[in-house]
């Protein structure tokens, strides 16, 4: 096979006009359409979008599981048709939910196989082997048949095997499916570590968890049935829903000598309104509360507008940030929550 | 009203361990029901009859290349008679009844457990699972006795003597009735060990199987095996259904001993062996289910 | 992650990274064959199941084909021929479920997804199970040979060894690959693939002359000793161990092992393609390297 050079390209990731269609019983259906999507390297990139949007499917072609239908996609310079071997030498790949392994192998020595495979020297795979155990934290189980153990640790063990490599490209999809809190958060620790070891590191997450995707991503596009409805940084998103910064600020109630107009004239300020105003707070015990939602261009006016509170002798009580979540993203792109995307591509 | 729920719970949860013969008196109607929706369930799934060319497999080439590689060894010692062939024609046909029946309680266990996952609904209704894995054994062999008709209409073709004016089918009827109880009875028995495994339980039909066929004098007569394995041959109830089978298709008795006793002992035996073997199958089967559930091991497969 | 951080020429070191040498890939091979043997070799042993499916099962099958030429008076050097045959039986066993039919287990585990994408190879994957299973094998085959001789005072008469062995060995390989050829047909099948191992096992014996000459076949033992590798292992071993049976033998022992030559070349070849139809095929439609989502 004619093997390229690189491509000019200096993205992790570069993917052109991919689409996908699969043939099923009922006719031809289109998993991808026309698919642009560029990663620079270092960045965590999610993919957030209901179950059978097609963030596997694209995940798939990029791992070199599946080929397009059309278009073309890269990792790293590397064509992932052409030059399919190359590509499989610098990624990995964790799916979640995955029970692969041997049974009646120890989770040292499913670990080990995977070394080889992975074409390390012995010596240096097994250092990378221990390593990987210490790190994720399951030297207790090193020992015990992958048959014996949980589906945490499983998962656990499932992203040791990939940085076994030390990927430049990783593929997580799905990762913390099934995962119990505690068990997410660790891996979720784990996967920023191991960017944070070598620069150019590069990551594409697939998830249907808004939260995750929020906390992780450095940019995120959003998917619904094959196709890419917006692609940003989580705050860029959220801009689209609500363009402004917004504050809820609860003083005990607001002192006659200043008004919600004098605060609308504070720099920096685009609107006060008052939210609600509590009798009693939450537990019904205690004073009464008045929130102000305070629409900013920028978090920093915020200093202004406490100062001209507290200087008319108002008491400050609650401070929060209001931000809408990406679910809110979402159903302002597509129209409809996630999970009813779901029950609808169920149908 | 907390208490009396309670007793209700505890009286029925008694009740179900403690009928050793099974479902009784209003049960009946449940328990046939539970059968014939089992039976329907095994014919859906165990016939292939929508893949012709497995049923093919299944129903006429698997049973004849057996066939053939019995009557090539066969041919091995000498010229092959009639007899003979007969011989190894029938007990590999019936044989295939008794692997299907056998095994079968146990893989429609091991299948629901496992493969289907339904096990624990089927347990959690009022039904027992005894109907549900006594329905599945029975269609199996039905369907393994349509395979087991082809054997014997080929063997006929390639020199089977049969009987002078045809098989004796008075005869025939009651060794099969009372062949495919005790099998049926063995089966049941063979499922309640299997469910109380965790791994391995799938190994231990066909290990049976194997051992029963080689005892029962299927493709050999039983003096061919050594004085304490013939023992155990003959304690199986299924060496004389064979024996019983042969004397009502082909109208002779085996050699050896086995074709020495009389035919109204020979039912005898096999008529006792049934009894004893209905009688015990379903408080073993119970058991077994109990002990399963103890265990955590009815919902929970091979591979967890 | 800043910009800035990433070095400039990360893309020409990544590249340069990609660059395998041909020693590094096959040391690479190498390793990867080892690392898949592995679980075959040592694995397998751990659940006491073995015993049933690679001993007790052969060892039944064995006692009654034994038994019944003993019915039939058979000349004893027929069972000394039936328990070779019972070990030969082992391996096919082996090459139909975990040969041909392991690739479906790989694939519905999730073991496939995880060898594609990883740099290793199908070919060095099927070579490592290959190895392991006849490595695995080869030890139940001894001790099934052993007790069975020991069992029903069986005797043979090697005269030369070192041919039998090429034989052994030859017929084995032949077989793998065949079960290589194969897996691309039961990966297809499916759930069907379940029957179409029913389908080897039986029939095959049959046709492979294992327990009866396949001369006894005629004509069709011809074409099985043409296409089944079966045939011509099982008819040369028993020339060579049990030279009393000669005269049932088909085709001499060099015209076998010339054929089990070129069967093992051509299943290699062929399993070559299966392979890379493998890989090609479930790129292209999805279905054959994942399990159904």
């Known amino acids: 096979m004619a093997v390229s050079t690189p491509a000019a390209s200096t993205a992790a990731v570069e993917v052109s006009g991919v689409g996908r269609t699969f043939q099923a019983k009922g006719g031809p259906v289109t998993a991808l359409h026309n698919i642009d999507l560029r990663i620079e390297p270092g960045e965590l990139f999610g993919l957030l979008g209901p179950n059978g949007a097609g963030k596997s499917t694209l995940i798939k072609i990029l791992s070199t599981l599946l080929l397009p239908s059309s278009g073309s996609a890269s990792i790293f310079g590397l064509d992932v048709v052409r030059d399919t071997a190359r590509v499989r030498r610098i990624m990995n790949l964790v799916a979640g939910g995955d029970f692969s392994g041997y049974g009646l192998l120890t989770a040292r020595e499913q670990l080990a196989m995977f070394a080889q495979f992975y074409g390390m020297p012995f010596r240096e795979g097994m250092r990378r082997v221990d390593a990987q155990i210490e790190a994720f934290g399951i030297t207790d189980i090193r020992d015990r048949k992958i048959s014996a153990l949980s589906t945490g640790q499983r998962q656990k063990l499932n992203f040791a095997r990939s940085f076994l490599n030390e990927p430049w490209m990783l593929f997580l999809d799905e990762p913390t499916i099934g995962l119990d809190v505690s068990a997410a958060r660790d891996v979720r620790e784990r996967v920023r570590a191991f960017q944070a070891e070598q620069p150019g590191r590069t990551v594409l997450l697939t998830t249907h968890y808004m939260a995750e995707a929020d906390e992780m991503c450095d940019r995120i596009a959003i998917v619904d049935h094959g196709r890419i409805l917006a692609q940003g940084t989580p705050t860029e998103l959220k801009r689209m829903v609500q363009k402004e910064t917004l504050f809820i600020v609860g003083v005990d109630e607001l002192p006659s000598t200043v008004s919600l107009g004098t605060l609308r004239e504070l720099p920096g300020v685009i609107s006060v309104v008052v939210r609600d105003a509590d009798g009693a707070d939450g537990d019904g015990v205690g004073s009464p509360v008045t929130r102000l939602a305070i629409a900013l261009r920028e978090d920093a006016a915020l200093g202004g507008v406490i100062s001209a509170l507290a200087a008319a002798g108002a008491h400050l009580r609650e401070i929060s940030k209001s931000e809408p979540t990406l679910e809110e993203v979402f159903v302002q792109l597509v129209g409809r929550g996630i999970s009813e995307s779901e029950s609808e591509q169920a149908r | 009203m907390l208490t009396e729920s309670c007793l209700l719970v505890q009286i029925d949860l008694t009740s179900r361990t403690s009928r050793p013969f099974g479902p009784l008196r209003g049960d009946a109607a449940d328990a046939a029901r539970s059968l014939i929706a089992s039976a329907r369930l095994a014919w859906a799934i165990e016939g292939n009859w929508a893949e012709p060319f497995f049923l093919l497999v299944y129903l006429i080439i698997r049973p004849l290349a057996f066939l053939g590689l019995f009557i090539a060894v066969l041919s091995i010692g000498g010229a092959l008679n009639p007899a003979s062939i007969g011989f190894v024609v029938v007990g590999q046909a019936v044989f295939q009844i008794v692997g299907a029946a056998m095994q079968g309680p146990t893989h429609a266990l091991l299948d629901d457990r496992e493969r289907y996952r339904t096990i624990r609904y089927i347990f959690a209704t009022p039904s027992s699972l005894l109907p549900v894995s006594i329905g599945r054994a029975l269609v199996k062999a039905l369907i393994a006795g349509i395979s087991a008709v082809i054997v014997i209409g080929v063997g006929a073709l390639i020199g089977m003597p049969m009987r002078v004016g045809g098989p004796d089918l008075p005869l025939l009827l009651v060794v099969m009735t009372l062949g495919l109880t005790s099998i049926i009875g063995l089966g049941v028995a063979l499922g309640a060990v299997c469910v109380q495994l965790r791994n391995d339980a799938w190994s231990y039909p066909q290990a049976v199987a194997g051992s029963v066929f080689l005892l029962c004098g299927a493709i050999f007569p039983l003096d061919t095996l050594p004085e304490s394995l013939q023992f155990l041959g003959a304690a199986l109830p299924i060496t004389w259904w064979i024996e019983g089978v042969r004397r009502a298709l082909l109208g002779t008795a085996s050699p050896g001993l086995l074709g020495e006793l009389p035919t109204p002992l020979l039912l005898l035996v096999l008529a006792v062996g049934t009894v004893l073997i209905t009688l015990a199958a379903p408080r073993l089967f119970r058991i077994g289910i109990d002990r399963a559930r103890e265990k955590g091991y009815l919902d929970r497969s091979t591979a967890s | ?293």
């Not at chain 3, 050097?77 to 392991?102: D, E, H, K, P």
């Not at chain 3, 080869?138 to 030369?160: K, P, V, W």
Request: aromatic content about 10%; glycine content about 10%.
């Open chain 3, 1 to 293: 992650m800043s910009a800035a951080s990433v070095p400039k020429d990360l893309h020409s070191r990544i590249y340069a990274e990609t660059e395998w040498s041909l020693s590094h890939r096959l040391r690479h091979a190498a390793q990867s064959v080892v690392g898949r043997a592995y679980p075959r070799i040592f694995g397998m042993s751990r659940e006491p199941s073995w015993l049933f499916f690679d001993l007790v099962f052969p060892t039944l099958g064995m006692c009654s084909f034994v038994f019944l030429l003993r019915s039939r008076g058979a000349d004893e050097a027929w069972i000394s021929a039936t328990i070779l045959a019972s070990a030969l039986l082992t391996f096919w066993t082996s090459v139909i479920w975990m040969m041909a039919g392991q690739f479906r287990w790989e694939r519905d585990s999730g073991n496939m997804t995880l060898y594609i994408t990883a740099p290793v190879g199908l070919g060095s994957i099927a070579l490592g199970m290959a190895v392991g299973g006849a490595v695995g094998m080869a030890f139940r085959a001894g001790i099934i040979i052993l007790g069975g001789s020991l069992l029903f005072g069986a005797q043979y008469e090697i005269r030369e060894p070192l041919l039998l062995a090429l034989t052994m060995m030859l017929g084995i390989a032949a077989m793998y690959a065949l079960g290589v050829c194969l897996a691309a047909v039961f990966l297809v099948s499916g759930r069907e693939a379940d029957h179409l191992g029913d389908l080897l096992n039986e029939p095959m014996q049959l046709l492979g002359g294992l327990f009866a000459p396949v001369r006894s076949l005629g004509i069709v033992g011809l074409f099985a000793i043409g296409i089944l590798p079966l045939a011509p292992a099982a008819d040369a071993m028993r020339q060579l161990a049990v030279p009393q049976l000669a005269a049932s033998a088909l085709l001499p022992v060099p015209a076998e092992l010339g054929i089990l030559a070129v069967m093992f070349v051509v299943f290699s070849l062929l399993s070559h393609a299966s392979l890379a139809f493998i890989e090609r095929r479930g790129r292209a439609d999805g279905k054959l390297l994942t399990r159904a989502d």
